[in-house]
């Protein structure tokens, strides 16, 4: 086959939704610097594909961790579309085109669909991942929760030597104010390969001082990181059993909790006032349990056999994951007739899953066939009681069945086109329940509501067609669909009725539109530009009831419209710069109202700039840019209420560098926001919740050295 490069395919251990478990070489690197799974669930050329679509390297991904460890920095640098940063670690409102996208781990699903707490993206530690694809869109490629888009990590791989490995240390500290800040991080990973059998170990360890804003003061403890305590440990075993078959197994533990006596003083972000942490008597401290993951694991077993009929590939993989993230304590969920004067929440989720993939190949007479074709099963168990025993989202209990084929037909070499359907059917069981009463200046009215057994039946399309005739304009369209129930557990806590049937739990399919270009100049010269549109009949917003302090869903067709463009020049033969820019806009159709910032981010550019002066010298300066957006009204007091407050603009930049001092050492630092910009980020700005009005982190140093063996 001309257009499907076997090459790749014979390096395969797995090509389902993880990449294989390929050694560190030199030119298998290269060769997958141009290919993506993420967007078909096999190894394809990144040229082939008709849609926008973001791939960060692992060089990106080591100079970022230079700066930062948290991974919603990193993807707010590289991808456009995606909502700026939150400084915390939490992703709410970090969207990606205005929808929220279903985080993996190797194709492993790491979000929480039924219950979204937007807790997915900080699920595993960079120094573990390899390189990351942003699918960008609904898809139908995979099942519930990804109709915002997919961001899939996928890990490290083994090297071809016997043993191999590196070890870091490094600390970051404030330069505003040094007091209590400094932290300390270890990270290590220890891999290689015996005659069949290959291995690797990733580890990483973090503990955090405070974090400083510009003016030296403590960040705000609400999803916040001061004094928090992050580890990932991370292994993966595999055996080859000849030239096509595999078995490889692999185990990821995450947790991130902060562990701190300080406490807050809360500031109105109305009158421009920041939410700041200081020391206080006991009884005045953060109260509860740790906030953060509190321990997610995940286990998966996965068979390849690249060859099991002609020109077919079969990949099966099992895999089992446990969730429980630990929110902070909030006094809205008070009931001071039952002795509750607040309370806790945690989101427990447990999935098991398996997937068979074929990938057969056919040479026809006029086009080179690539068919993809396959059977996903999941089960999906998710509620969120409160620490203190009270059910708030009862027990969710999701088993899904899946079957979907994907083709991609290259014609004359230069014209690809892809067709492509999922069916999904969907049982969703919840046992009869009571509602939680929560008070403020009033109490909430509690509702026992009948359960019942929910069922989806959707039938979920895509097709793309890409030219590449010449390199210098290669245009694509594309169409996708997907289908979501996500956040089933909001409205189901929120209901007013006796009756599940009656909560307007209905799915929605979401229907993406997108056109766009490359083009490639010369080998220094690259633009991608690509526009879009999201339409939904049934999306999901919040209201907000100042009474009882609930935040309440409303269910209303949205539409959801934008565009990007990036510029990726070679200045030098040291220099390159990649610039991005990204629009979003969003609407309530039915009330012609326009979205609030818990789906809409203001507009957002980058410019990222990598200099190479000598072959032991690199230093990387990164700016983001994040524009205005005022697209509401303020009330008869003058303010604002939900995630409806303007946001102005603001700038920000980080350096990183590294020496290598010798073969196996090299030193680094990192620096972020080098100018100590002062600043309410986007989110900060925009949300009236208490306790989000935090600002951003102030002037952060990093040094640290590593070592390679």
């Not at 009929?309 to 079969?314: G, R, V, W, Y």
Request: with cysteine; glycine share 8%; aromatic share 10%.
């Amino acid at each position: 086959m001309k257009n499907t490069p076997l090459s790749l395919v014979s390096l395969a251990v797995a090509a389902a939704v993880s990449l294989p478990n390929l050694a560190w070489a030199n030119d298998e690197q290269d060769s997958m610097e141009n290919i993506i799974v993420t967007g078909s669930r096999v190894i394809e050329s990144i040229d082939e594909v008709p849609a926008s679509i973001t791939v960060i390297s692992s060089e990106k991904i080591q100079q970022h961790l230079k700066v930062s460890p948290e991974i919603q920095s990193l993807l707010s640098m590289y991808v456009p579309g995606m909502a700026p940063d939150t400084g915390s670690s939490s992703n709410t409102g970090q969207t990606l085109r205005g929808r929220k996208p279903l985080v993996m781990i190797d194709g492993v699903p790491q979000s929480t669909p039924l219950r979204n707490g937007s807790l997915g993206v900080k699920t595993l530690d960079p120094s573990a991942i390899e390189r990351i694809e942003i699918i960008k869109g609904a898809t139908s490629i995979f099942g519930n929760g990804a109709a915002g888009g997919i961001i899939n990590y996928i890990t490290k791989k083994a090297s071809k030597e016997q043993v191999a490995g590196q070890v870091s240390l490094s600390s970051r500290f404030s330069a505003v104010k040094l007091e209590e800040s400094a932290g300390g991080r270890i990270e290590g990973a220890l891999h290689g390969t015996l005659d069949k059998f290959s291995y690797l170990v990733t580890a990483s360890y973090e503990e955090n001082g405070v974090q400083r804003d510009a003016e030296g003061d403590i960040l705000g403890l609400q999803y916040g990181m001061s004094d928090s305590v992050t580890q990932n440990y991370f292994t993966r075993l595999a055996y080859q059993f000849d030239q096509d078959k595999s078995l490889q197994m692999s185990y990821n533990f995450y947790s991130s909790q902060q562990k701190t006596d300080l406490g807050d003083v809360v500031g109105d972000i109305n009158q421009g006032e920041k939410t700041y942490a200081i020391h206080v008597p006991k009884e005045l401290q953060k109260r509860g349990k740790p906030q953060g993951p509190e321990g997610n694991t995940n286990f998966t077993l996965k068979y390849t056999d690249n060859n099991v009929f002609q020109n077919t590939q079969l990949t099966v993989d099992f895999y089992k994951q446990n969730i429980e993230n630990v929110f902070f304590f909030s006094t809205s969920l008070a009931n001071p007739a039952e002795g509750y004067d607040g309370g806790q929440s945690v989101i427990k989720s447990d999935k098991t899953g398996a997937r068979a993939t074929f990938n057969s190949m056919f040479d026809l007479a006029f086009a080179d066939v690539t068919l993809i074709y396959g059977v996903d099963a999941l089960r999906d168990v998710t509620s969120q009681p409160l620490v203190d025993g009270r059910i708030w989202v009862p027990e969710m209990d999701m088993k899904n069945l899946a079957g979907f084929v994907q083709s991609k037909w290259v014609v004359d070499d230069a014209i690809i086109f892809k067709l492509g359907v999922r069916q999904d059917n969907i049982d969703l069981a919840v046992d009869d329940y009571k509602t939680l009463v929560l008070c403020r200046n009033a109490c909430s009215e509690e509702f026992e509501v009948k359960g019942d057994t929910l069922k989806y039946n959707a039938t979920t399309y895509n097709a793309g067609v890409k030219v590449k005739y010449t390199p210098y304009f290669q245009p694509f369209f594309s169409y996708s669909q997907g289908a979501d129930i996500s956040d089933i557990g909001r409205l189901l806590r929120s209901a007013t009725v006796t009756d599940i049937a009656d909560i307007r739990t209905e799915a929605s399919i979401i229907d993406n539109y997108e056109v766009g270009f490359t083009s490639n100049i010369n080998s220094a010269l690259r633009f991608e530009v690509a526009a879009y549109r999201s339409t939904s009949e049934l999306g999901t917003t919040n209201s907000y009831d100042e009474k009882t302090g609930i935040y309440m869903p409303v269910r209303a067709p949205q539409r959801i419209w934008g565009y990007e463009a990036l510029v990726d020049a070679q200045l030098h033969e040291t220099l390159q710069l990649v610039a991005t820019y990204s629009y979003v806009e969003g609407k309530n159709t039915e009330a012609d109202v326009y979205l609030g910032s818990q789906a809409i981010s203001p507009p957002k550019g980058t410019l990222s700039l990598n200099w190479r002066p000598t072959d032991a010298l690199s230093v990387t300066l990164n700016h983001l840019y994040v524009g205005d957006r005022d697209r509401f009204a303020a009330n008869a007091e003058g303010n604002y209420t939900v995630d409806q407050r303007p946001v102005e603009s603001y700038q920000v930049t980080h350096l990183s560098t590294q020496y290598q001092v010798s073969n196996n050492l090299s030193a680094f630092m990192g620096v972020e926001n080098l100018f100590n910009k002062d600043y309410f980020s986007a989110r900060a700005q925009s949300y009236t919740y208490g306790g989000y009005n935090v600002k951003g982190l102030g002037t952060t140093v990093n040094l640290g050295v590593q070592y390679n063996f």
